[in-house]
């Protein structure tokens, strides 16, 4: 005999937060859905590591549930009755069981919020939504602490979120006296230095794998599925924390910028994917770290851990904050009316830019970079060769394990593509090879010669930058922040400019054979 319910409650799979107020005690009358979705797979190309670390940790979740006494009902990619459609298969669930309430928990991408609040207003039973009970602020509050600004300065978005939730502060006072301790954290590595290898789990995914291939799922990168890395319940999102503040934090803000061929991950926490998926809460992360600071301030110094701190309340709030005052509007922005195609070698790394081919490589490997290789390789590349921002999103959202549209899309077409004119940064981040060089050893084993701007061998990242600033001067000469580029393009003479912008042409009509 089928059970009956009452209530059916939606998880959706960056909802896995097993200390939400909703799971405080069972009930008989509350069945839990979690869907695997070909809605899900397909609307942007994801790399397979990414699907597979979504799917079993919901897999893992649903069954943490049942072992907690709730009543869960867990819809696989391949169940014969899968309607692969959110709200089709909620109505079909809502008629088998009679429910005579639907509730979910606030979904944080834009489309899927639509999709559900459109399917409750449809509904011919009651329904309800709450909060997922893990940021730190409310979608509003960004919006109204920027009320009537036209730029959104995460500085003193930073400062409010230190004060109200009293982290690294003495009194009113930011601890050591300072807000920001970036300036120290942007060393290069030393040339023979080797990071602490990153913690790893070892989880054989080779039925997951398997259904996906079966069922045709179109998927990018590569997996060992005998032995998939990463942190995928809240139990090892925990251990990755640890780890990170006995290996890593140390050594974590002076290289949070440095880039190797030796090391994917140098000394970042690999904690990105257990917060998007609410496995972790923010602020239990940030008390964490700080108390671990507090109670031994000699095993890293402020630098490193301000610099950690900053990326989880600064701006992963900013940016979260940031999506929920601009969307839907801001996923259409397109400042500079950039309009190339992604180049081929995006979706497999075979280019002769060994910066861009070790970022790619290692992104195609281990569906991570950190935010370096992300904003001042791929995103400056990008951004440099006027790749249309919609490309640039789409190959962001797909590749990498942390990418959810409310964090991925205001970091890419924002931070890294300017194309929001300045909303989230005050100037475009773009470079030479100059700044790459500065930052990794990646330039010295490169095909293109790093100081040539002019000739085959010349890096292209040097005939682009100045092609950049010379095409969009319209709209970048008064930038108080990029002056200097400006004067510095004016001292050169009218033929070396010319040939600097013939270089870029060319390398722009060539780009798929860069």
């Known amino acids: 005999m089928q059970k009956r319910y009452t209530t059916l409650r939606l998880i959706l799979g960056d909802q896995l937060n097993e200390n939400h107020s909703w799971f405080e005690s069972p009930s008989e009358e509350v069945l839990y859905v979690l869907l695997e979705m070909r809605q899900e797979t397909d609307?942007?190309?994801?790399?397979?590591?990414?699907?597979?670390?979504?799917?079993?940790?919901?897999?893992?979740?649903?069954?943490?549930?049942?072992?907690?006494?709730?009543?869960?009902?867990?819809?696989?990619?391949?169940?014969?009755?899968?309607?692969?459609?959110?709200?089709?298969?909620?109505?079909?669930?809502?008629?088998?069981?009679?429910?005579?309430?639907?509730?979910?928990?606030?979904?944080?991408?834009?489309?899927?919020?639509?999709?559900?609040?459109?399917?409750?207003?449809?509904?011919?039973?009651?329904?309800?939504?709450?909060?997922?009970?893990?940021f730190m602020t409310s979608r509003t509050d960004l919006a109204q602490h920027f009320e009537g600004k036209k730029t959104f300065i995460m500085e003193s978005f930073y400062r409010k979120m230190r004060r109200q939730f009293d982290v690294l502060m003495d009194g009113d006072q930011p601890?050591?006296?300072?807000?920001?301790?970036?300036?120290?954290?942007?060393?290069?590595?030393?040339?023979?230095?080797?990071?602490?290898?990153?913690?790893?789990?070892?989880?054989?995914?080779?039925?997951?794998?398997?259904?996906?291939?079966?069922?045709?799922?179109?998927?990018v990168g590569k997996i060992d599925s005998q032995y998939f890395t990463w942190p995928l319940t809240r139990e090892e999102g925990v251990q990755t924390l640890d780890y990170f503040l006995e290996e890593l934090l140390p050594l974590f803000g002076k290289y949070q910028d440095a880039m190797s061929t030796s090391s994917w991950s140098v000394y970042h926490s690999r904690l990105s994917f257990c917060l998007n998926s609410k496995l972790l809460s923010p602020l239990e992360v940030v008390q964490t770290v700080e108390a671990k600071w507090r109670a031994h301030p000699d095993h890293a110094d402020i630098a490193q851990v301000e610099g950690f701190i900053r990326q989880i309340i600064g701006w992963r709030e900013y940016m979260r904050g940031i999506y929920w005052a601009k969307m839907p509007n801001y996923s259409t922005l397109n400042y500079f009316n950039h309009d190339r195609r992604l180049p081929d070698w995006f979706w497999t790394g075979n280019t002769k830019m060994n910066c861009l081919k070790h970022a790619i490589q290692q992104s195609l490997d281990y569906a991570y970079a950190h935010h370096i290789q992300r904003l001042m390789v791929t995103g400056n590349f990008a951004l440099l060769a006027g790749i249309h921002p919609d490309e640039v999103d789409d190959w962001y959202l797909g590749i990498y394990i942390d990418a959810i549209e409310w964090v991925?899309?205001?970091?890419?077409?924002?931070?890294?593509?300017?194309?929001?004119?300045?909303?989230?940064?005050?100037?475009?981040?773009?470079?030479?090879?100059?700044?790459?060089?500065?930052?990794?050893?990646?330039?010295?084993?490169?095909?293109?010669?790093?100081?040539?701007?002019?000739?085959?061998?010349?890096?292209?990242?040097?005939?682009?930058?100045?092609?950049?600033?010379?095409?969009?001067?319209?709209?970048?000469?008064?930038?108080?922040?990029?002056?200097?580029?400006?004067?510095?393009?004016?001292?050169?003479?009218?033929?070396?400019?010319?040939?600097?912008?013939?270089?870029?042409?060319?390398?722009?009509?060539?780009?798929?054979?860069?």
């Open 408 to 514: 991925e899309i205001t970091n890419t077409r924002g931070m890294s593509q300017f194309a929001d004119g300045g909303i989230v940064g005050t100037k475009p981040y773009v470079s030479s090879a100059n700044y790459i060089d500065k930052m990794s050893n990646y330039c010295g084993s490169c095909f293109y010669k790093k100081k040539e701007k002019l000739g085959d061998e010349a890096c292209p990242f040097n005939s682009l930058y100045w092609h950049f600033y010379d095409r969009h001067r319209e709209k970048l000469g008064k930038n108080p922040r990029i002056g200097m580029m400006y004067r510095l393009w004016d001292k050169q003479s009218k033929e070396q400019q010319l040939a600097i912008l013939e270089q870029a042409e060319k390398n722009l009509k060539k780009v798929d054979e860069l």
């Open 175 to 219: 601890v050591q006296g300072k807000w920001n301790f970036d300036h120290e954290n942007r060393k290069k590595l030393p040339k023979d230095h080797q990071p602490t290898s990153p913690i790893f789990f070892r989880r054989d995914v080779s039925k997951i794998v398997e259904m996906l291939e079966h069922q045709g799922v179109y998927t």
């Open 43 to 134: 609307y942007v190309r994801h790399h397979i590591q990414k699907v597979v670390a979504f799917f079993q940790a919901m897999r893992l979740f649903g069954e943490r549930l049942q072992q907690l006494g709730h009543e869960v009902l867990y819809i696989s990619l391949d169940d014969g009755g899968n309607k692969h459609s959110l709200t089709e298969h909620l109505q079909q669930l809502i008629e088998q069981f009679a429910i005579q309430r639907f509730e979910y928990q606030l979904p944080d991408e834009y489309r899927l919020d639509e999709q559900l609040r459109l399917f409750c207003a449809s509904l011919s039973i009651p329904s309800g939504s709450t909060e997922t009970e893990h």
